[in-house]
Each structure stands twice: as C-alpha cells, then as structure tokens.
C-alpha cells in the first residue's frame, strides 16, 4: 500500500520547536532543583522546631538590650591621629597574617609533602617526624613553645633582629599594606612562622595523598613519553593530583583563618585580639562578639568560593 507522507507546514515546525524548546527548559528547571527525600523534611521540620523553640525561650527568658548603634557607631570610630577604626586594622591584621601563612604553609607543606614520599630515608624521616609532631601537638602549646622560645632564639640567630626590633619610623604605601606598621613587624613574623608551620604539616599530607591517589599507571605512561622525574611531575602528575588537593586544602586554608585566632594570646593585635579590647573597654561583649565572628565568617566564606571556583577550573582544566 502506498505511504502517505504528510508535510508539515512552517508553522507547525514552528510550533513543534517551541514546544521541544518549552520542555528542554522544564527539564532544566527540574534539574536545578534540590531533590529532598522524606527524610530530608524530616530533619528541616526538625530544625524549624528547634529554632522556634529558641526563640519562644530567648522571647520569655533573655531579658538583654540590645544596643548595636553604640557598637555600629564604636567599630566604625577613626582613631586620634585620623588611622583606620580599631576593628578595621584588627580585620586588616587578620587578613595579612592570613595570606602570609597560607603562602608559608603551602610552600612548605608541598616540599614536605614530596620528601614523605621520597625514596632517600634523609629527605623522608625529618619530613616524617615534623609532621607527626605537630599533628600531635595542640596548636595553643605550639604556639607558646613557638613565641616563648623558639622565636626569640629564632630571630637574631637569622640576623632579622635589625629589620625587625629597629624598623624604620615611616613606610611606603605598599610596604604599610603588605607589613603593617613597623613596630608590629615582628610580631607579624612571628605570627605568621605559627600558624604557617602549624598548616604546612596538615598540607604536605594533602599533597601526599593527593599524589599518592594517582594511578601508577600515569607515572608509567610518562615514564614512557622519556619525560624526566621533574617534567612526569609537572606535566603528567601534578595536574591531576591538583582536582583532588583543592578541596582538602580550601578546608585547611579556612581553618588557618580561624586558627589565627590563637595568636591573640601572644599579643599580636589581630581581630579576637582588638575584639577582645573593644568588647572589654566598651561592656558589649554580646555585639562586638558577634561583629567578630561576622568578620571571620566574612573571610572564610569568600576563601569557600575562591577555591569553589579554582576546583571547577582544575576539573574542567583535567577534563579538556
């Protein structure tokens, strides 16, 4: 029997790509979508309960007054000579001792890293029991076993006793936002040398891991290409041992930010430290408190999407 072949108008087709176009962008909806399960709204409906709970009791029980326009009004102050708010250069301290450890942790954490898995026992125990030490030492006993005697050992055996104890009175512009004010340099080195070498043992295991995660199979392939042991690694291995470091080590550079903290105990004047000051000359412990935790909360979030988006890059970088 003859087929009947039926043309479609230019307005059919028209239609029909709507309506395909139309269901390509539900799907895409539905898959933006988060898919809970019974046991999700379970434990959201859980959370509501406990966070009405809270306030119902902090409605019927916490009888304080609030006054967030004196602490908006005290952090936001200059200072007598016209400086930045006290709050401001604590935040400031913050991220500058921040961005120095991290630097110090992951140079030092990638060289300890590679010697932990060097074959040469002189590279590989030193590394070995440097990271098991302070792994296994709090990091508040490190940090006054550190200050106390190590750092002022450290510094004139270094020959920095002169750059640091006898600084100049006046700095550039640049040298003010990478060091700080100069009386306070070396208490920014020693801040930094803590909680870098604290980072950098937990680091070089990441690094470890991370090129240990690698199939031999890669080192082989390499091997085969007549690359050399430096150029495998470069070129071969590292890259893809990199989608795997980044999120541990986003993880590890966000809680140098909140280790930071510890150093307030040995006066170097970051944030917990003029917090701590503020909140005590003032009374209002609850708001500046919590103005605190906003800053750290501040930093540690935009540290969170930084390294989201170089661990999209990395993957997408590996992919191609």
Known sequence: MPVNHKKISPGQQSVVHQTSQGSEEKSRRRSRRIPLNRLDWLLLAFLAAILGWLWYRSAIGIHYHWQWDKAFNLILTNGKNGELPYFFQGLIATLRLSLWGMLLAASL?????????????????????????????????????????????????????????????????????????????ENLFSGVLCVGLISAAYIAEIVRAGIDAIDKGQWEAANSLG??????????????????????????????VKDSSIISLISIQELTFVGSEIANSSGLIFEIWLLVGAGYFLLCFSLSLLFSKLEHHSRRHLLQ
């Open 227 to 256: 690359l050399s042991r430096w150029s495998q690694f470069r070129d071969v291995i590292f890259p893809q041992a990199l989608s795997g470091i980044v999120p541990p080590l986003a993880g590890q550079f966000i809680s140098l």
């Open 109 to 185: 954490g990638l060289l300890l890293g590679l010697a932990r898995r060097s074959s040469f026992w002189l590279f590989r125990l030193p590394a070995q029991a440097y990271i098991q030490l302070v792994r296994n030492i709090p990091p508040l006993v490190f940090v006054f076993i550190f200050y106390f005697f190590i750092s002022s050992q450290l510094v004139p055996l270094l020959g920095l006793e002169s750059i640091l104890r006898q600084s100049p009175s006046s700095v550039n512009l640049v040298q003010n936002g990478l060091f700080g004010p100069p009386a306070l340099w």
